[in-house]
Each structure stands twice: as structure tokens, then as C-alpha cells.
């Protein structure tokens, strides 16, 4: 049964781990299981709008995965532009507000200009603001605010780095889900996921379905969330009342 709206988190992340174990399991190349993840993703955006989500981010390609075997690498990205292509009309249709989070120095001119043309064409939808963190990393983030503000001459506190982050456009994630049983959130959102909670599934990415994003929204309503008071100051709100995280205007 679907979470009712009333009580789901505003703004979802995930961590989704798992495309290349779930592909090696079925001795398939591990491209296949990346293929597979795309789909398991389109399955989770129709999620999150069915349940009044407001914000879904999730992190597909990090500053690291470079580090990947070439021909898995050069697959990721013929893979993204494949995916841009088909499914922006259904974004489109949908509502739904494509931002792609990262840098995109290091990609091709191709894939650059495939992300800025996904933006703009789903740029007047606001039914969820969906952001496709590729090329990011946390550690990247904070240096490249850090930098902006320095090459402004303004001065670097708390507010203005919130600001300067690429994450800017949107409150802080509610929630922060990894998939692939691993433990550990690996420089993804460091700055905005201080107060997010955390949710771990044994489930491998291309097997996260609905029933395990409402298992893990079921996790987060049983959270207090107390960003930094105690327990009676709060008055045992829960996670319902997500007002404390919504960023300056």
C-alpha cells in the first residue's frame, strides 16, 4: 500500500548501489545491469509522484566512478544520452522538472548539450523537481561554492556556502536511502544530508521497488526528528513537521 501524502518526505535521495552486482549475478556484463537500473529509476520517479514526493535526487554518476573500467564508463554515458532522449516526454507529460547536479567540465560536448536541452525542455514542470547528480561529489560541491564565493570576494559563512552549493534550488533532503546493503553514504551530499535520515536496503538497485521505497518512507515516520533540540523542545513531532528544513529565501 502506497504511504499516504500526508506524512512522506518532501525531498528523497538515493544512493543507488547495486547495477553491476545485480548484472554479475546473472552473468551478464555489467553495462546490462546499469541498463536495468535506468528502468528500475523510471519505476521510482512514477513512485514519488504517486506519493506526493516533492523532491527526488539520486546520485548516478560520481566523481570517482572515473576511476571505473573504460568500456563501462564510455557505456554510462551513450547510456544517458539514450535515456535523455527517451524519456524527457514522459517528464514532460508527467510534471516533472529535470536538473542534472555535477560537473560537467570532464563531459563530452554531446552529452553536455543533451543535459542542457533535457533541462530546459522540462524547465516550466513543477510537480517534482527531480535532480540527476552525474559527475558530483560532495567534497566537489563544497569546493566549488567555497570557490564561487571567493572569486566573488564575499564573505564565506554557513549561509552564503548553502547558497553557492549546486544543491541550492531545493530544501535538504528528508531522507537519504542507499540501496546494495552497503553502509556508508560515499561523498554523496555531504553539506545537505547533516540532518537527513538514513536508510539503508539489502535491496540491489534494479530491485528497489515500490514496496521498498514505502518501506523506507514507513522507517522515516518512526524518526524524530529533533535538528539539534531535544526530545521536549520538539514535542514529539516525529518527522512530520519538516518546517526546520527549508532554506532561506
Not at 170 to 190: A, C, H, Q
Request: glycine share 8%; net charge neutral; proline share 3%.
Amino acid at each position: 500500500m502506497a504511504a499516504t501524502q500526508s506524512i512522506v518526505p518532501h525531498h528523497v535521495a538515493i544512493v543507488m548501489d547495486g547495477n553491476g552486482r545485480w548484472a554479475t549475478k546473472r552473468f551478464l556484463p555489467r553495462i546490462a545491469g546499469h541498463k536495468q537500473g535506468v528502468d528500475s529509476l523510471s519505476r521510482c520517479v512514477r513512485a514519488c509522484l504517486e506519493r506526493g514526493i516533492g523532491v527526488l535526487t539520486v546520485f548516478a554518476f560520481s566523481s570517482e566512478n572515473w576511476n571505473r573500467p573504460s568500456d563501462e564508463v564510455s557505456g554510462l554515458m551513450e547510456l544517458l544520452a539514450l535515456s535523455l532522449a527517451k524519456e524527457v516526454p514522459s517528464l514532460n507529460e508527467n510534471g516533472v522538472q529535470l536538473h542534472f547536479v555535477g560537473d560537467r567540465e570532464r563531459l563530452s560536448e554531446k552529452v553536455r548539450t543533451g543535459l542542457a536541452k533535457a533541462e530546459s525542455d522540462t524547465s516550466a514542470n513543477s510537480r517534482l523537481i527531480f535532480n540527476v547528480c552525474f559527475n558530483y561529489g560532495g567534497r566537489w560541491d563544497i569546493a566549488q561554492a567555497a570557490h564561487k564565493l571567493a572569486s566573488r570576494g564575499e564573505a564565506i559563512t554557513e549561509l552564503s556556502l548553502d547558497r553557492a552549493m549546486a544543491m541550492a534550488h531545493v530544501p535538504d533532503p528528508d531522507l537519504l536511502i542507499r540501496t546494495g546493503g552497503e553502509l556508508r553514504i560515499s561523498n554523496f551530499l555531504l553539506w545537505q544530508a547533516a540532518y537527513s535520515e538514513l536508510h539503508f536496503s539489502d535491496k540491489l538497485w534494479p530491485e528497489f521497488d515500490e514496496a521498498a521505497l514505502d518501506e523506507a518512507i514507513a522507517v522515516f515516520r518512526t524518526r524524530e526528528r529533533r535538528f539539534g533540540k531535544t526530545s521536549a523542545q520538539v514535542g514529539g513531532r516525529g518527522n512530520n513537521d519538516n518546517t526546520d528544513n527549508v532554506k532561506a529565501a
